[in-house]
């Protein structure tokens, strides 16, 4: 016989583009062991995850919905405009001047409008993984984050329509429009905390687990791969948040890390990949939940 030992178990997802399909294989594996979530939160993609497994509160239909979703003409279309080109020692000489012209593009179009994904775009992505459902037909409670650029407050969401929420929280700077909601301008959640924890807070958990999905940080080449500005820019922001996620953790009872490397966040062909190493992370942490949320006798 198990009895409860915590009454609420909170399970917070964390954002990292497509790092975050590991959390399904997470999922998956606290459902294979009868572990309980009494709530769930999640900031981008991990909001996302979050929210279908609370609407469907089935890993398969997750998995399913996603994986059509990701051979979608409307995400394949999308993915393509969100490429940027990375460094390749082994380019020749022709290619890497011609994928500096395309990087240069990118950067020029990005300085003409607020996101390289339309506003309409982004609604249709987010109507097709979740449909018109509102908080209100979930059948776990969930709540995602997002963060209002005018005020720099983070917003709550736990109520109204689901789509709303989503597009909020998953508003990644530059790559997806701002949400204009309510007199604010909303952005991806991920810009306060990668890992959900002080969202996580406000439902009052009894135990807590959290799901980091995000990059390691490198050892970089300073020739290959710090060539102007804006890469000493992005470099000393991973720094910056790796230290952050050090602090966020520490407050977490119990955090599910899966050794995903250092995969770029729009690595979505490595589906498979995130799926297994989220399922394997989150299994050998089973025996430290059980002991910690049951009194077995």
Same mark, same amino acid.
């Given at each position: 016989?198990?009895?409860?030992?915590?009454?609420? /178990?909170?399970?917070? @997802?964390?954002?990292?583009g497509?790092?975050?399909i590991?959390?399904?294989?997470?999922?998956r594996?606290?459902?294979?062991?009868?572990?309980?979530?009494?709530y769930?939160?999640?900031?981008?993609?991990?909001?996302?995850?979050?929210?279908?497994? =609370? @609407? $469907?509160?089935?890993?398969?239909?997750?998995?399913?919905?996603?994986?059509?979703?990701?051979?979608?003409? @409307?995400?394949?279309?999308t993915? !393509?405009?969100?490429?940027?080109?990375?460094?390749?020692?082994?380019?020749?000489?022709?290619?890497?001047?011609?994928? #500096?012209?395309?990087?240069?593009?990118?950067?020029?179009?990005?300085l003409? !409008? !607020?996101?390289?994904?339309?506003?309409?775009?982004?609604?249709?992505?987010m109507?097709?993984?979740?449909?018109?459902?509102?908080?209100?037909?979930?059948?776990?409670?969930?709540?995602?984050? =997002?963060?209002d650029?005018?005020?720099?407050?983070?917003?709550?969401?736990?109520?109204?329509?689901?789509? #709303?929420?989503?597009?909020?929280?998953?508003? #990644?700077?530059?790559?997806?429009?701002?949400?204009?909601y309510?007199?604010?301008?909303? /952005?991806?959640?991920?810009?306060?905390? %990668?890992i959900?924890?002080y969202?996580?807070?406000?439902?009052k958990?009894? $135990?807590?687990?959290?799901?980091?999905? #995000?990059?390691?940080?490198?050892?970089?080449?300073?020739?290959?791969?710090i060539?102007?500005?804006?890469?000493? /820019?992005?470099?000393?922001?991973?720094?910056?948040?790796?230290? %952050?996620?050090?602090?966020?953790?520490?407050?977490?009872?119990?955090?599910?890390?899966?050794?995903?490397?250092?995969?770029?966040?729009?690595?979505?062909?490595?589906?498979?990949?995130?799926?297994?190493?989220?399922?394997?992370?989150?299994?050998?942490?089973?025996?430290?939940?059980?002991?910690?949320?049951?009194?077995?006798?």
């Amino acid at each position: 016989m198990r009895l409860r030992r915590k009454k609420r /178990v909170v399970l917070a @997802l964390g954002a990292g583009g497509s790092r975050g399909i590991a959390h399904i294989g997470v999922l998956r594996a606290l459902k294979e062991s009868d572990i309980p979530l009494d709530y769930i939160v999640g900031i981008s993609f991990g909001a996302i995850i979050g929210a279908m497994y =609370s @609407l $469907y509160l089935d890993v398969d239909e997750v998995q399913r919905r996603l994986e059509d979703y990701m051979h979608s003409p @409307l995400f394949q279309e999308t993915k !393509r405009e969100m490429e940027v080109p990375e460094p390749d020692k082994s380019l020749t000489f022709f290619e890497k001047i011609q994928a #500096t012209i395309k990087q240069g593009y990118f950067y020029t179009r990005a300085l003409r !409008r !607020r996101s390289v994904v339309t506003p309409e775009t982004f609604v249709l992505h987010m109507k097709e993984l979740v449909g018109d459902h509102t908080f209100a037909d979930l059948k776990i409670p969930f709540k995602c984050m =997002s963060v209002d650029l005018i005020t720099g407050n983070p917003i709550i969401f736990n109520e109204g329509d689901l789509c #709303t929420a989503l597009q909020a929280s998953c508003a #990644t700077p530059g790559f997806f429009p701002p949400l204009k909601y309510r007199g604010m301008l909303l /952005v991806d959640g991920g810009v306060a905390e %990668m890992i959900p924890n002080y969202m996580a807070k406000t439902c009052k958990p009894d $135990y807590l687990i959290g799901v980091d999905v #995000t990059r390691n940080i490198d050892v970089v080449d300073e020739e290959q791969d710090i060539h102007h500005s804006l890469d000493v /820019v992005f470099r000393s922001y991973d720094i910056t948040r790796e230290y %952050m996620d050090v602090y966020v953790t520490r407050d977490i009872d119990c955090v599910i890390r899966p050794d995903i490397g250092s995969y770029n966040w729009t690595n979505f062909e490595c589906f498979d990949l995130f799926l297994e190493k989220g399922h394997l992370a989150a299994s050998q942490k089973i025996s430290e939940l059980k002991k910690s949320i049951f009194w077995l006798s």
